[in-house]
């Protein structure tokens, strides 16, 4: 890509990351080899206002093994929106346990709990639901439903660390919470994930299956069951310690850079930008646009005619439910009527550009060209 093309993502990253990550490689070793892995986890669950965090590769390790820790498994149904990144979803598979699709709502983007409530089974044994975007679930009401049910939720926070509902952080609202450190995120390690949980006996099983089924404290390599190995590098830990200390200064940029997109976007007729419903503050992971169908533009389209310009952007995520691993899966699509309110987002959604290197003068542009496609 050349110089002058706008990425659709980026980290910010400062003299601090840097430092610890050289301290790291010259010191975290051995005896030390947790010393920046337990401050991040600690800093990190203080922030989420949670009691436990644990450091993983990714989030889709998070997903997993909060799955595997509740023991959800085969003959299982676990419900998710239809409108996600795959990785929300795939770990279902991994515990052998069936996905249920369910329709998003029309503007925060999140699981409906109209549909939710609708979906459940006596099979059904959890609810993942995503904060899209940086946008939060309706937590209390599915909250309500998970506490009639006796169903395990999932908070998938990738997208939303920093958002807050009713003053809660994203993130602590599930039994468990799950983020992304991936390079495009609001805090990066690289890859990376976070498990937050207030729940002792989920963390013991998570720290056990997370360490190839080791008890605690084992030296001696008795394992005494078959886990997996699911660890966060020191050096991913140091980057990622240096960027939580910066954390009210990553979400006041996130949010500067969306009121700069809404300041000049906001009033082209058609053109939806994303929600911040009472209750809620949103950490605009993405910033985001759904244009009417009047437009007669597909987000293919519309990301076509901002690469011309040199502008990178991303589709908005498609409808699980019509993608090859999930389309033929009779018992995951039973639920979703013909047409459902994902499929305008699914459509014609685009990510506009919302790194850390998102200037006013980038900006400029890319709502010049946006306004110009809108016209
Ligand atoms: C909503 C959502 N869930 C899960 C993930 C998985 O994160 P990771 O790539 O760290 O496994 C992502 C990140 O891409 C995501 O956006």
Redesign the pocket.
Known sequence: MSSDVIPVAGPSITDLEVAYAADAARNAWFENHAMYNTRFETLFAETVGVKHAVSLP????A?HLALAARGIGPGDEVIVPDV??I??VAPVDYVGATPVFVDILEDTWCLDPAQVEAAITEKTKAIIG?D?YGSVVDWPALRALADRHGLFLLE?S??ALGSRLNGRPAGSHGDVG?F???GS?TVVTG???MLVTSDADILARVLKLRDHGRPPGDRFFLNDEVGFKYKMSALQAAVGLAQMERFDTLIAEKRRIFRQYADRLSDVAGLRLNAEPAGVTNSYWMVTIVPDAAFGLDKFAIMAALKEKGIDSRPFFSRLSTLPPYAKRRDSLRHLPAETVGDAMAARGVNLPSGYHMSEDRIDRVCAEVRRIFA
């Open positions: 990714h989030c889709t390790a997903i996600t990144w990785a929300s995503v899209l998938d990738a997208e799950v992304s450190f991936h995120k890859e990376g994930g």
